[in-house]
């Protein structure tokens, strides 16, 4: 019988701590489609301060705030946006920028770490003279971290060429910044320093810093307005969403200090598994919360080998056959983290016909000793 849950599955999983629903439970709420919502003009005037930016907007998802931010920019027909081909808009967003918002994506090679080559940006770029029968290119996205490229984080100097590349043909710059305060303590850069050359950046308040829903947009005040306007049209406006808002400035609050333990149980974690025999983890790369664990052992599939963790109360994605993810987050302690490590040492040490066995016996004297 499982008595302890290690969710690894993602930074998404987090819960509301107590400090949070008390929060929630005594907020001040007013209806924030007619902009009366005080909690959460006190969120978007923090975010807006903290980002560097001269306005916020709340949204209910990191998928609405790049949808939003991507049809904003990209509100003339026939636009264009280049952005990596291995992005979490491209890959994970339903295609909703062109579904929903008529923008066409034109990919470019994201590299291991996250980048796109300029030049092949540059080279991306619809030349204007073509316009009788090309798109027309309006917007560059980046995402930092990027996830699936491991947590990698984009130098606030690569950003800011990206940046000047785009002002240089006249074009704006998003960032998909769902873990941009994990890229800003991972580099050492204040976030709005990183983020000073993009003209919009969606930040998730629901990934590392844990809150329960929500992101944030932030951007000029003309962007704001206008992001303001298609949130409602995409079901976006929210009435009382103080309540949401209350628990994000409580996020704010108490959990940027904390990702850099949850990196630090990234490292560990992913120096552990790569001296596995039959794993490889490039743990020499891990430079936030995720870890990608490739295994070579070709007795054990990614999703056999997630199942055989699930029975023990230790929760992982498999992303293929032959990988897994593991993601870190506030609530993932260092203890969290050995026992984990421990149990991947069990899995891969023993045939799997025994390991179950093993695992209980294992199972009981951890949570002995740690009773
Ligand atoms: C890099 C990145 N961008 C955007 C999103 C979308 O956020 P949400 O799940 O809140 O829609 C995610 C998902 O967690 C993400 O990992
Ligand atoms: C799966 C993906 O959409 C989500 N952003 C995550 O990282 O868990």
Do not use: W
């Not at 006190?42 to 949204?59: C, D, H, N, P, Q």
């Not at 300029?118 to 003279?129: F, G, M, S, V």
């Not at 993009?198 to 206008?226: E, H, Q, T, Y």
């Not at 995720?290 to 199942?307: A, H, M, R």
Request: proline share 2%.
């Amino acid at each position: 019988m499982v008595t302890r849950t290690v969710d690894l599955r993602s930074d998404t999983v987090t819960k509301p701590t107590e400090a949070m629903r008390a929060a929630m439970a005594s907020a001040e709420v007013d209806d924030d489609v007619l902009k009366y919502d005080p909690t959460a003009l006190r969120l978007e005037t923090e975010m807006a301060k903290i980002m560097g930016k001269e306005a916020a907007l709340f949204v209910p998802s990191g998928t609405m705030g790049n949808l939003i931010s991507v049809l904003v920019h990209c509100e003339i027909r026939g636009s264009e946006v280049i952005l990596g081909d291995n992005s979490h808009i491209h890959i994970y967003e339903n295609g909703g920028i062109a579904t929903i918002g008529g923008v066409h994506p034109r990919t470019v090679r994201n590299n291991g770490d996250g980048t796109m080559d300029l030049d092949l940006i540059e080279a991306a770029i619809r030349d204007p003279r073509g316009e009788i029968v090309f798109p027309t290119t309006r917007l560059i996205c980046l995402e930092n971290s990027h996830a699936n490229c491991g947590g990698r984080c984009l130098s606030v100097e690569y950003t800011d060429r990206v940046g000047d590349l785009a002002k240089k043909h006249g074009l704006k710059l998003h960032i998909d910044g769902a873990r941009i305060f994990n890229a800003s303590v991972a580099l050492g850069v204040p976030v709005d320093r990183l983020v000073q050359a993009a003209d919009s950046v969606s930040v998730c308040l629901s990934k590392g810093l844990g809150a329960p829903v929500g992101s944030v947009i932030v951007g000029s005040r003309a962007f704001i307005n206008k992001a303001r306007r298609l949130r409602k049209t995409l079901g976006g406006g929210m009435r009382q969403v103080g309540i949401l808002c209350a628990a994000a400035l409580v996020a704010i609050q108490e959990n940027i200090v904390k990702l850099e333990g949850d990196h630090e149980n990234a490292k560990f974690l992913a120096d552990g598994l790569n001296k596995i025999k039959g794993l490889q983890v490039e743990s020499h790369l891990i430079e936030t919360n995720i870890i990608f664990v490739d295994i070579k052992d070709s007795t054990i599939t990614g999703e056999k080998l997630s199942k055989i963790l699930e029975e023990h109360g230790i929760l992982v994605l498999p992303e293929s056959s032959s990988r897994i993810r593991i993601v870190l987050h506030h609530q993932i302690s260092a203890t969290d983290t050995q026992y984990t490590l421990s149990c991947f040492q069990v899995i891969k040490t023993k045939t799997l016909t025994n390991v179950v066995c093993l695992f209980k016996l294992y199972f009981s004297i951890f949570e002995l000793v740690h009773s």
